[in-house]
């Protein structure tokens, strides 16, 4: 994907992240059924956006990207209580 797009794509993302802050938090202190959230949640998202299911490699690239926002979300909440 173009640069440009993962930009784009992340901001998607993190609206997802966004929209669900327990579940951040939750995904933070690793309880269970978070990450399958917002794994599911990503692809909605994304397949409402581009108006078709996504091929197994962009669900993957989907789900790598979802990862990426999360933990730099936590990176954000570990810097902000040093």
Do not use: C, K
């Amino acid at each position: 994907m173009p640069e440009d797009a993962d930009v784009a794509l992340d901001r998607i993302l993190a609206g997802v992240a966004d929209a669900h802050p327990d579940r951040v938090n939750g995904w933070i202190r690793n309880e269970p059924g978070q990450w399958g959230f917002f794994a599911g949640q990503a692809v909605l998202a994304v397949r409402e956006l581009i108006g078709r299911s996504l091929e197994e490699p962009e669900r993957r690239y989907v789900w790598h990207r979802m990862w990426l926002v999360l933990q730099s979300r936590r990176a954000d909440l570990e810097t902000w209580h040093t």
